[in-house]
Each structure stands twice: as C-alpha cells, then as structure tokens.
C-alpha cells in the first residue's frame, strides 16, 4: 500500500518521534515490575536483568542489519518489516511461561522495532536541509528522553492494574499503531540509487569506516556515554525496590526525575549547537559526565543506603548524555551521505554492542547493592572521557552546522 498523504513538518516530526521512541519505551516500561516478574517466572533478580542484556544484544544487530537493508530495499518497507516482527515479538513476551521464552521474545522484539532508530535518522538526512537536521535530531532525543520519565510511571500503573503481561500487551498495540500510521503516511524517501553493492563490499565498507578517525571517535563517545546511563537502567528497578524498599510507583517518580537531566541536557545542545563546535559541546559533555560520575561514587561510599546519593548524581550524568548523544548522531553521518543508511547503523551497533557487553558484565556482577553499576558507570564515563581526549577529528565539525 503506497502512503496517500503529503506529510507536513509537524507530521514527520511526530510520526518519526513515535517509531524513535517505541524502542525506547520499550526498555522502560516494565522496569517497575521487573521484580513481580521474577517472582512470578520462578526467576532470580539477575536473570530478569538478562531481559534488558539481551534486548540490547537484538537492539545491536538490528543497527548492524536495518542500515544495509534500506539502502538494498528502501527504508519504508523495512521500517515496516520492522515493526510487524515488533508486534509479534512482543505478544511472545506477554505470553512467555519462563525466562528462556522472555528472553528470546526480546531479542526478537528488538530486531524488529529498533530499525526505526537507524532508519528515522537516514530519513532526517535524506528529508531535510542540513541546517534543519541538528535541531530536528534534538528534538527526537528530548522526545526519546522524555519516554523514560513517562514510560515507568505508565508501566507501574498498568502492571497494578493489568499485571506485567498487561504492560507488553500495550506496548504491541502501540507497535500495531505505528505501523498502521507508517503504512498510511510515511513515504519512501530514498533517492533511486544504482544496484546495490555485493556483501563483501558491505564488509569493506564496514572497515574503511571503523578505519576512519571521525566515524570511530563518535561511536565509540556515543557507545561509552550510553554505558555510563545503562548500569542505572539495569540496577535501579531491584535496587530501589528490594535494597531500598522503595514501592514501585516511587521508584517509576525516582526514574523520571534522573532521566529529566536528559531532557535539559539535549536542549543545552539544540540552543547550543548553532552556536558552538560540536566537539567543543563533546568535551563539556564529557566533563560534566567525569563530575558526575565521580560525584556517584563518592556519595554511594559516603551513604550507601540513601536514594538521594544515588539519583542526584545521575541527574547530573544524564544532562551529560543528553548534550552527547544528539552531539554525536548528528556529526558521524554528515560525510558519508552515500552510505548514510549502512554508516548509521553500524554507529548505532558500536553503541549498542557495547551496551550489550556491558549489561552482561552487570548481570554477572550483580550481589544486589549498588556496587557494581557505580563501579561500571565510573569506569564508562573515564573511557567516554579518553575518546573525547585522545581521539580528535582531523575536521572538527564547525559552529553552525548543527543550527537550531
């Protein structure tokens, strides 16, 4: 079915911050519950964490795959693909009787709705003038961090109410949602391209881009930046809820509260980024991150068992994040626009690989106190801190281009 209605800005806009954000939600609306889970999957604490490893681990090969894809086939009918294996997926999890089936159901469920995050950002590229896309970019990463402070409050109010298999039999129907509207709506916006390339070009591509210095410096920024974020995401639910005996509704208020830093934080750079280099932006990012890691880490020591020592310090990581992640997305893509679909998503698999990685070294870590994901996040935030230090562009990216 070909879309029959010319999309205005305000309409591409909110369609492509609903599939950005669809992944996003995803990974935080059934936070609150993931102890009940455990509980009900006969399961342990740590193996419930697998759940948002392995989505990561899916989320990466979907970064790895969606890219080279719409450049083969175009970016609607992946996107579209992408979204109807989301649906399914996410019914499996709604359904799943034990760990082993969640966890499966997950990886799927991110193959399939995370291709949005890869081809929403090649369709700003391909739809807008470049002047545009840096505050275009910005708002989609205040929509996607906004998601996580409404996400756990709505999933800790639908899991009283439905219980955990509710919160995945919503998230499916918003899936249904997006792509029906993506059917309807969202035109193909890729320029008639010659054949495409043969796989072992791909592979060569693959490599002339992790040879290149300004691709590596941005994703390997973007990869350790999202590690000092991801630690929080997977402790903070058992944490908070078992360690600290806090009730789910306020640990859902608790979260919101930290990941509002990304929200200031990714508006600092929309109102910034017209103004000042992109790298420059970077390295503040990179220091506010160091403070603020460091800042967690002395105060986990100092008061161990206090929710404030926690989640002030992540506020102030998070406006790191939300500087850095808009800041990185928009500078990596601007020189390859040939191969903008096949660069985006191997970006986006550094970061999600190293995601992945380092959600498994949590999971292995884990003893139920906040040990471990201060240790891991203070560890990211000084490998975020060496890229930003040691791995300098040879053509920074100038004020200017990533305009308001």
Do not use: K
């Amino acid at each position: 079915m070909n879309p029959t209605t010319t999309l205005s800005s305000r309409a591409w806009l909110a369609l492509l911050m609903l599939v950005v954000c669809l992944p996003r939600v995803t990974i935080d609306a059934y936070l609150p519950a993931l102890p009940r889970m455990a509980d009900a999957l006969h399961a342990s604490d740590a193996q419930l964490q697998l759940t948002l490893t392995w989505y990561m681990a899916g989320y990466a090969l979907s970064m790895l795959a969606a890219g080279p894809l719409s450049d083969r086939y175009g970016r609607r009918p992946v996107l579209l693909g992408g979204l109807a294996l989301y649906v399914l997926a996410t019914l499996a999890c709604a359904l799943a009787d034990g760990v082993g089936m969640l966890v499966a159901a997950r990886v799927l469920q991110a193959l399939g709705g995370c291709s949005g995050t890869v081809i929403s950002r090649v369709i700003v590229r391909e739809r807008f003038p470049t002047a545009a896309q840096g505050a275009l970019l910005s708002r989609i990463s205040t929509g996607m961090a906004l998601s996580p402070v409404l996400a756990p409050l709505a999933g800790s109010v639908v899991a009283d109410a439905l219980g955990w298999r509710g919160v995945f039999a919503l998230l499916a129907a918003a899936g249904a949602l997006a792509c029906a509207l993506v059917a309807r709506h969202l035109p193909e916006t890729q320029a008639p391209r010659p054949a495409p390339a043969h796989e072992r070009r791909l592979v060569r591509t693959w490599l002339m881009l992790l040879r290149d210095r300004r691709f590596l410096r941005y994703s390997l920024a973007i990869g350790f930046v999202y590690c000092t974020y991801f630690p929080f995401i997977a402790a903070s639910s058992t944490l908070f809820q078992r360690g600290l005996h806090v009730s789910g509704h306020a640990y859902a208020a608790v979260f919101g509260v930290t990941v509002l830093g990304y929200v200031i934080g990714s508006n600092v750079f929309r109102r910034a980024g017209g103004r000042w280099p992109v790298d420059l932006l970077l390295a503040a990012a990179a220091c506010v991150n160091l403070c603020g890691a460091l800042a967690l880490w002395a105060a986990s020591v100092a008061a161990p068992a206090g929710v404030a020592a926690i989640v002030l310090p992540m506020f102030v990581v998070m406006v790191s994040v939300g500087i850095a992640i808009p800041a990185c997305q928009f500078a990596v893509l601007q020189p390859f626009a040939g191969i903008a679909g096949t660069a985006s998503g191997l970006f986006f698999f550094v970061q999600m690989a190293l995601t992945a990685a380092c959600g498994a070294l949590q999971s292995r870590l884990e003893d139920g106190s906040a040990g471990p994901f201060v240790a891991l996040t203070v560890g990211a935030s000084v490998g975020f801190a060496l890229v930003c230090a040691c791995l300098r562009p040879r053509e920074p990216v100038a004020a200017g281009q990533a305009a308001r």
